[in-house]
């Protein structure tokens, strides 16, 4: 309930550190969100929680809540699905062994990118390796980086648009699990499911039965306040949203250096916040 909320402040609920594809450490994201001025802020790197410790050190220090989450891989087809799991617990056996296979599917797939990139291009995969730290999931990201530092790409949004843009001919997809297999991971971890910014493809949104079908699985909200989103397809999703009772969030998407976006720009309704952590049992937020 608002009355027993434990932060003050904007919630922003989606950031990346350099665990995933962020170029800050989870320390260095919580103090640039106390900074600007956010009272709780949601780590969610990609198919990994080794950022939450480190994150909730810094949340205690400077003040700020810290909402652990993950931003899980999905797809439907070749289409990636983003899949926001917030307050789960990071030891479920289930989980687990899924983002392992997740991460290592990822790690084979760069790989694989780079060595076809390697044959056009100067680049090699130990100048994908230098720009992620230890423990990393090496991924698209770090090979933008990798191929700006050769000189080959403006930034990361350009050797995205260029070398990297599906259509190039170097792409190629990586294991995930479809978005069903998602939410009831998450779900059964605990956790509540958010499906990631969902309006962004000029082919249209997620189609409603679709949708009902994840309902129906557990979701539990929609990113609709979020830079990429389309206006007409959050007008649609909105609606969609209302008739299932699906909660709206807002978040950042934030990477640090790694893109334009900036904590804070879009945040979330506490009372949102509040019910997700009401309904959550897989773990707490780490309290400032």
């Known amino acids: 309930m608002a009355a027993q909320r434990r932060f003050r402040g904007p919630v922003d609920l989606h950031t990346?550190?350099?665990?995933?594809?962020?170029?800050?450490?989870?320390?260095?994201?919580?103090?640039?969100?106390?900074?600007a001025g956010l009272g709780a802020v949601a780590l969610t790197?990609?198919?990994?929680?080794?950022?939450?410790?480190?994150?909730?050190?810094?949340?205690a220090q400077v003040g700020v809540t810290v909402i652990p989450g993950m931003e899980l891989s999905t797809r439907v087809e070749f289409a990636s699905v983003h899949m926001l799991g917030?307050?789960?617990?990071?030891?479920?056996?289930?989980?687990?062994?899924?983002?392992?296979?997740?991460?290592?599917?990822?790690?084979?797939?760069?790989?694989?990118?780079?060595?076809?990139?390697?044959?056009?291009?100067?680049?090699?995969?130990?100048?994908?390796?230098a720009q992620a730290t230890e423990g990393a999931t090496v991924g698209r990201p770090h090979i933008a980086d990798a191929l700006v530092a050769r000189g080959l790409a403006e930034d990361r949004s350009?050797?995205?648009?260029?070398?990297?843009?599906?259509?190039?001919?170097?792409?190629q997809p990586h294991y995930a699990p479809d978005p069903m297999t998602g939410i009831?991971?998450?779900?059964?971890?605990?956790?509540?499911?958010?499906?990631?910014?969902?309006?962004?493809?000029?082919?249209g949104v997620i189609p409603e039965q679709r949708l009902r079908r994840l309902v129906d699985a557990g979701l539990f909200g929609l990113e609709l306040d979020h830079r990429e989103n389309r206006p007409e397809g959050v007008a649609e999703l909105r609606r969609y949203a209302e008739k299932y009772g699906l909660a709206i969030t807002g978040s950042s998407d934030y990477h640090g250096a790694g893109k334009p976006n900036r904590l804070g720009e879009n945040t979330t309704?506490?009372?949102?916040?509040?019910?997700m952590i009401e309904e959550a049992t897989g773990a707490a937020p780490f309290y400032a």
């Open 269 to 275: 309704d506490p009372a949102v916040v509040d019910r």
């Open 16 to 35: 990346h550190s350099s665990v995933s594809d962020g170029t800050e450490t989870p320390a260095e994201l919580v103090r640039a969100a106390a900074v």
């Open 86 to 129: 917030y307050l789960f617990d990071p030891a479920d056996d289930a989980l687990v062994a899924e983002t392992l296979r997740i991460r290592e599917g990822r790690m084979r797939r760069a790989e694989d990118m780079v060595r076809r990139i390697a044959e056009d291009y100067d680049v090699t995969w130990d100048d994908v390796l």
């Open 184 to 203: 009831r991971l998450i779900r059964g971890a605990g956790g509540v499911p958010v499906l990631a910014h969902p309006a962004t493809s000029s082919r």
């Open 158 to 171: 350009a050797a995205f648009a260029g070398i990297l843009h599906w259509r190039s001919g170097y792409f």
């Open 45 to 59: 790197d990609h198919d990994s929680t080794a950022g939450w410790a480190g994150a909730a050190g810094a949340g």
